[in-house]
């Protein structure tokens, strides 16, 4: 084959590769891999055919890219965290930290994204479709929701489940019905209870292993700075410490528009109006924990565990979410309501955020089920008036 | 950033009004009256038409193709050879026999072209030097509704009225609620209708007369703000409309003005159309002339060519030309605007519902890692790119998809282009699964595929929507 030596090197390259890949090729059992290979490095040019003549230049690629730019302070904090809440940690300089909670993640990271972009490739063949961006989410969010010290083939099997079980099951991207990272929390949450549980779950050197909530669901109370649950300078899960990135990656979402407002500051609504609920109600002189644990102040929910990152990053997924306009404030704002109830009240799961998201990603299509609803019965309204008049 | 934007629309609307105080005070006296949509989006586009005419001579040869009429098979009245008038029927529907379709000029029947399956495509009369017409009767003061139906249909200009729902020609047996006319056009690049009917104004009154035979309940829409020749039309509701494209669809202004619901039909006809309904009854003759603006940024002096409906695109683009294509570079051809018009090529005709002809560059560029590169050129309504930065730029687009195709992911989009009290991706994943009731309930009767051209433009994951409108709208006609 004459290859043309004006065009540049990667483009060479998928040219020459193409008919290996291609229908009747001896690769072409990896034909989806090539597909996904060849639009990461070029825009496709494909041309409308129906329709509009023009198209808009947002794609799913520039969507889900912005989520994963949104991650990166997030991220950053995050493995520079891993290193600060190690015993010795504190005698590290920043640097020093960093590197070390790089290569504590870059494991799990790899691990996530090859075990999930080979099931997706794999779906996608078998589907004739091409694959979908989705998983370049996903595959990020988890490693950042699990547990630092979560074995690595215990992140490889969580990630399997999630992207069969809790995806293409339902007949992959778009059609899911719960989140994907959450499902593979969830996954280990309950498969592996014993070995992510109990005071030391997040870092298996850590200086200090109670986390902020599980320190709240046993006494009530927490020695936790809220200066530091802000900034991120406490253990937890390596994506939820810092509120403050999480924000940041927040206004980026919210600005491009790639999250809807709607959602997540609903679901800020909902912790801080079930917070102060608590707030109002608790008893003046706390005897138990929990009544204790009433008495926290609302805007303290917020910041704490995965709450904000709950609210930023996963209670947004448009596919899991209402996604109704109308829909959205309602499901948002439950969430928030729910997180902060099960933190209070069901001490057995410090965390309430996941659970609270994945209840609400059941409920999100009865919700718009009515919202649609109401714009049907609008309609038929109407025209019983049109008959009438 | 997204209640600024509409502040400063509003501010802007308010500017025009002020500007307009005292050259036009019944803008003034409308104002209560006007319609404002805060949902669309304006694409502004390379290629602008001039505002000059030319007028076309008698081309060689003219053309009407059974596929620009949404639904209809059509069964042939002519052979090649056979002479004909202009206004003697070329064809006519088989579900309709009544509704004939006419030869825009008189002269031989020169070829009826067929594609695969020998399906009628286009019927080819090559024009006579002088121009004979077939004799209608002009007497509309006195004329009966059946009358005026009669004469539409006899002459081929039934088919200029479209109902609703379905976007299919009108059945002649029906009384419908209401008749629908847009004053104006808002896609991009769309004609000024202040320049296409500048010499029209009569013949669209007295063809909202013959209309208004029809049904005393005639609308027409204008654009608010705007000093309009259409104002001086009398014996009609005006309407106006602020905002942005899709703010001109008459589908838009019909859910604004008295929607249609279940069981109800109501008519619509293009403006210029109507012109051609009112050249019938007072010149007593099918003089189907129209104004088309050819725009786009392919064309070298984008401006409006006057010609007659079925006039060649190798005439009509003739005057304003075509830019030299250097270096394998392709153009696209499109009947009508980029949203919703039809691919053509030179070799194509002009039909009677289109009043535009748009020439951009096909195809793309190659480009390395687009979707991470900043991309500071492109347009896009989200602000995942930066064109948001420039607001007032013009874009040369062109023909690419800029994408992948995906399941629908992004929930939300969608409604912000179509500025209607509908659900539009519960509409569309309806027509997918093909529930007729669920399509009934969400709104399958307001809309035609214009309506949700701007959704998928806008849409990332970069379906086919106004295909699957059409898809979901004879699936009805199917079943119903």
């Given amino acids: 084959m004459k290859q043309n030596y004006n065009k540049p090197l990667p483009k060479r390259l998928l040219e020459k590769f193409a008919p290996t890949f291609s229908e009747g090729g001896k690769l072409s059992w990896l034909h989806s891999f090539y597909e996904a290979m060849e639009t990461f490095f070029y825009v496709p040019t494909d041309v409308t055919k129906k329709g509009a003549h023009v198209r808009d230049c947002n794609d799913m690629k520039r969507t889900m890219f912005m989520v994963i730019i949104a991650l990166?302070?997030?991220?950053?904090?995050?493995?520079?965290?891993?290193?600060?809440?190690?015993?010795?940690?504190?005698?590290?300089?920043?640097?020093?930290?960093?590197?070390?909670?790089?290569?504590?993640?870059?494991?799990?990271?790899?691990?996530?994204?090859?075990?999930?972009?080979?099931?997706?490739?794999?779906?996608?063949?078998?589907?004739?479709?091409?694959?979908?961006?989705?998983?370049?989410?996903?595959?990020?969010?988890?490693?950042?929701?699990?547990?630092?010290?979560?074995?690595?083939?215990?992140t490889a099997l969580a990630t399997a489940f999630a992207v069969i079980i809790?995806?293409?099951?339902?007949?992959?991207?778009?059609?899911?019905?719960?989140?994907p990272a959450l499902i593979a929390r969830l996954f280990i949450f309950f498969s592996y209870t014993s070995s992510i549980s109990g005071e030391a779950v997040w870092f298996s050197d850590a200086r200090t292993g109670a986390t902020a909530l599980g320190e709240l669901a046993n006494t009530g109370t927490t020695s936790v700075s809220m200066l530091d649950a802000f900034i991120g300078t406490i253990p937890g899960s390596v994506g939820e410490t810092s509120t403050?990135?999480?924000?940041?990656?927040?206004?980026?979402?919210?600005?491009?528009?790639?999250?809807?407002w709607r959602t997540m500051v609903s679901v800020f609504v909902g912790g801080l109006v079930m917070g102060g609920i608590?707030?109002?109600?608790?008893?003046?002189?706390?005897?138990?924990?929990?009544?204790?644990?009433?008495?926290?102040?609302?805007?303290q929910h917020l910041l704490l565990g995965g709450f904000a990152f709950g609210a930023v990053f996963m209670a947004t997924d448009p596919v899991t979410s209402a996604q109704t306009n109308c829909g959205k404030l309602i499901v948002g704002f439950m969430i928030g309501v729910l997180a902060v109830l099960v933190r209070v009240f069901n001490t057995g799961y410090p965390e309430g955020m996941m659970l609270a998201i994945v209840f609400m990603n059941a409920l999100a299509p009865v919700v718009d089920h009515y919202v649609v609803q109401a714009n049907v019965s609008r309609r038929n309204r109407r025209a019983k008036k049109s008959i009438n008049a | 950033m997204r209640i600024l934007r509409e502040k400063t629309e509003t501010e802007r609307y308010f500017k025009q009004q002020t500007n307009n105080l005292f050259t036009y005070l019944p803008i003034l006296t409308d104002m209560s009256k006007v319609i404002k949509l805060k949902k669309g989006l304006d694409i502004k586009l390379v290629g602008e038409a001039e505002k000059s005419v030319i007028e076309l001579p008698i081309g060689e040869r003219y053309a009407i193709s059974p596929l620009t009429f949404e639904g209809v098979v059509p069964k042939l009245l002519v052979t090649e050879g056979d002479k004909v008038l202009a206004g003697d029927a070329l064809f006519y529907d088989k579900a309709h026999p009544e509704v004939m379709f006419t030869s825009p000029v008189s002269g031989t029947v020169s070829a009826v072209r067929r594609g695969a399956k020998r399906k009628l495509l286009a019927i080819e009369v090559a024009a006579d030097a002088q121009q004979n017409y077939k004799p209608f009767k002009t007497n509309l003061a006195e004329a009966t509704r059946e009358e005026v139906v009669a004469t539409l249909l006899e002459s081929g200009l039934w088919a200029t009225i479209i109902q609703r729902p379905y976007g299919i020609i009108a059945d002649s047996k029906d009384t419908p609620k209401a008749i629908f006319v847009s004053g104006f056009d808002t896609a991009p690049l769309a004609p000024d209708m202040n320049i296409a009917l500048k010499d029209d104004l009569q013949a669209v009154q007295a063809g909202f007369e013959a209309l208004k035979k029809l049904c005393s309940n005639v609308h027409l829409s204008l654009k608010a703000g705007e000093k309009s020749i259409l104002e001086a039309i009398?014996?009609?509701?005006?309407?106006?409309?602020?905002?942005?494209?899709?703010?001109?669809?008459?589908?838009?202004?019909?859910?604004?003005?008295?929607?249609?619901?279940?069981?109800?039909?109501?008519?619509?006809?293009?403006?210029?159309?109507?012109?051609?309904?009112?050249?019938?009854?007072?010149?007593?003759?099918?003089?189907?002339?129209?104004?088309?603006?050819?725009?786009?940024?392919?064309?070298?002096?984008?401006?409006?060519?006057?010609c007659l409906v079925g006039s060649s695109l190798c005439d009509v683009l003739m005057p304003a030309r075509?830019?030299?294509?250097?270096?394998?570079?392709?153009?696209?051809?499109?009947?009508?605007?980029?949203?919703s018009g039809v691919k053509a090529t030179a070799n194509d005709y002009v039909g009677i519902y289109s009043s535009q002809v748009t020439v951009?560059?096909?195809?793309?560029?190659?480009?390395?890692?687009?979707?991470?590169?900043?991309?500071?050129?492109?347009?896009?309504?989200?602000?995942?790119?930066?064109?948001?930065?420039?607001?007032?730029?013009?874009?040369?687009?062109r023909t690419v998809l800029n994408g992948g195709v995906r399941p629908c992911v992004v929930t939300g989009l969608y409604e912000k282009y179509l500025p209607m009290d509908i659900y539009p991706m519960y509409l569309f994943k309806a027509i997918m699964a093909g529930d007729i009731e669920k399509m009934e309930n969400l709104g399958i009767y307001e809309i035609v595929e214009e309506d949700v051209a701007l959704c998928e433009f806008v849409d990332p994951s970069k379906q086919e929507l106004q295909a699957l409108v059409r898809d979901g709208i004879n699936l009805m006609i199917k079943e119903m």
């Avoid at chain 1, 960093?98 to 080979?118: D, E, K, R």
């Avoid at chain 1, 988890?142 to 630092?148: A, R």
């Avoid at chain 2, 075509?322 to 949203?339: A, D, H, M």
């Fill in chain 1, 166 to 179: 809790g995806k293409e099951i339902f007949g992959g991207t778009g059609m899911n019905i719960f989140n």
């Fill in chain 2, 322 to 339: 075509i830019k030299p294509q250097g270096g394998g570079s392709t153009f696209r051809l499109i009947e009508g605007n980029v949203l």
């Fill in chain 1, 278 to 299: 608590f707030n109002l109600i608790a008893p003046a002189e706390p005897q138990t924990a929990t009544e204790l644990y009433m008495t926290l102040p609302a805007w």
């Fill in chain 2, 234 to 306: 009398e014996g009609v509701e005006k309407h106006y409309f602020a905002g942005a494209h899709p703010a001109g669809n008459v589908g838009v202004q019909i859910h604004h003005i008295d929607p249609v619901n279940k069981g109800e039909k109501v008519w619509t006809v293009g403006i210029q159309n109507v012109a051609i309904i009112g050249r019938l009854f007072t010149e007593g003759k099918v003089n189907m002339v129209k104004t088309y603006a050819v725009t786009g940024s392919q064309v070298a002096h984008p401006q409006y060519v006057r």
């Fill in chain 1, 244 to 260: 403050l990135c999480i924000l940041l990656g927040g206004a980026l979402l919210l600005f491009t528009g790639v999250a809807s």
């Fill in chain 2, 360 to 397: 951009i560059p096909e195809g793309g560029e190659l480009e390395l890692i687009g979707w991470l590169a900043p991309r500071f050129h492109k347009l896009s309504v989200s602000r995942t790119y930066f064109s948001w930065l420039r607001p007032k730029k013009t874009y040369d687009l």
């Fill in chain 1, 72 to 154: 990166i302070p997030t991220i950053l904090f995050g493995m520079w965290n891993i290193g600060f809440q190690r015993i010795d940690g504190a005698d590290f300089n920043i640097w020093q930290n960093f590197w070390y909670g790089f290569w504590q993640l870059l494991p799990s990271i790899i691990v996530t994204y090859v075990v999930g972009l080979s099931i997706e490739c794999a779906f996608a063949q078998i589907r004739k479709e091409e694959v979908n961006e989705g998983f370049f989410v996903s595959g990020m969010l988890i490693p950042l929701i699990i547990p630092i010290g979560t074995p690595l083939w215990m």
